[in-house]
């Protein structure tokens, strides 16, 4: 099992920056992919983002794409969602996921193995 924690959210205005950071513990050895998602009350959880582990393929909503870039630091075992010209739509809890073994969908959280605890993400207009 992967043990995950996410730290970063924070209050910003419409057309602000917030960096997103993910720490992974445990058996991340086996990490396949590792996937960003975000909730707002009454919703399903939607896709964000997700990097590859090894390879370092990305791959993003069609709603962040140009805005919003997941990175990975194979050494610490980070994952990082850098938001740029956020907007109030944009405002969510964010979930960081993580996949053991391989899969070809990363867009759907019941691809995911391990989650953490989410972290608010609030864009004021």
């Known amino acids: 099992q992967v043990q995950l924690v996410e730290s970063g959210g924070g209050l910003v205005q419409a057309g602000g920056s917030l960096r997103l950071s993910c720490a992974a513990s445990?058996?991340?050895?086996?990490?396949?992919?590792m996937g960003w998602f975000r909730q707002t009350p009454g919703k399903e959880r939607e896709f964000v983002a997700a990097?590859?582990?090894?390879?370092?393929?990305?791959y993003y909503a069609d709603s962040v794409r140009g805005r919003f870039t997941i990175s990975r630091d194979f050494a610490k075992n980070m994952v990082y969602l850098q938001m740029n010209s956020l907007k109030p739509e944009d405002t969510a809890v964010y979930y960081c996921?993580?996949?053991?073994?391989?899969?070809?969908?990363?867009?759907?959280?019941?691809?995911?193995?391990?989650w953490g605890q989410g972290t608010q993400v609030t864009v004021s207009s």
């Open positions: 996921a993580s996949k053991m073994g391989f899969t070809m969908v990363l867009s759907t959280p019941a691809s995911y193995d391990s």
């Open positions: 445990g058996r991340t050895f086996s990490t396949f992919a």
């Open positions: 990097i590859r582990w090894s390879a370092s393929v990305t």
